[in-house]
């Protein structure tokens, strides 16, 4: 899953409005934001393999340490104790970090909708999980744009913006999503492709995705 984590950042926003989009963002991409560079150090695999499934080009071959759903809750536990330092003198720090730390849990149960059978409950040899939603890139999109803008109305419930960017800057960043999912589902693909373009290409977007999510939730207030 790719633009489809992005709606439990939205959705968690609402929760509480005090933590920046941004961190959601960063939060709900983690464990892929350690997966990649996990993979290049060959500490976890992954292999470049086009049409593998009708949504993806790679076949998901060793993760224990960011996609089992015990590193989940560890991941989650370690982002909670991190941003409980960084938001030490803020009130309700608490709540913030739980916020956060839900961001990072989500993602797992996200994949779960759309992965083939490649999630660990524990270790690599424990039983894998996935609903394989992956196999249909209509109902793979569809499902993505559905939580994505689910996300979205819950997001603009729960903040303000009075006109230009900070009404509407948003809204077109979720449409930008939208369109860079189709190319990501339905574009063309390199039969040249590397390890190292793919994991350059998904942090690129993990942190430019970011970085207007901070950008753009700035200039709107709570309601």
Do not use: C
């Amino acid at each position: 899953m790719f633009v489809g984590h992005y709606a439990a950042g939205l959705a968690l926003k609402s929760v509480d409005n005090r933590v920046s989009l941004g961190w959601l963002f960063l939060g709900v991409q983690f464990v892929d934001i350690l997966f990649f560079p996990f993979a290049l150090l060959g500490i976890e695999r992954f292999q470049f393999i086009p049409h593998y499934t009708a949504s993806t080009h790679f076949f998901l071959e060793y993760m224990p340490y960011t996609h089992s759903l015990l590193s989940a809750f560890i991941w989650a536990g370690l982002t909670f104790a991190a941003a409980l330092v960084l938001w030490s003198g803020k009130g309700h720090k608490r709540r913030m970090a739980a916020v956060v730390a839900l961001a990072v849990l989500s993602h797992w149960f996200l994949d779960l909708l759309v992965h083939t059978p490649d999630l660990p409950l524990l270790g690599d040899d424990s039983l894998k999980l996935g609903f394989g939603l992956w196999n249909n890139a209509l109902l793979t999109y569809g499902l993505e744009a559905l939580l994505l803008l689910g996300g979205l109305y819950l997001y603009m419930k729960s903040t303000r913006g009075e006109k230009g960017l900070a009404r509407y800057g948003i809204p077109l960043f979720v449409v930008l999503m939208l369109g860079a999912n189709i190319i990501n589902i339905f574009g063309p693909v390199s039969p040249d492709e590397t390890a190292a373009g793919i994991a350059t290409s998904a942090l690129a977007a993990y942190f430019v995705f970011a970085a207007l999510a901070f950008y753009l939730d700035s200039r709107r207030s709570p309601r």
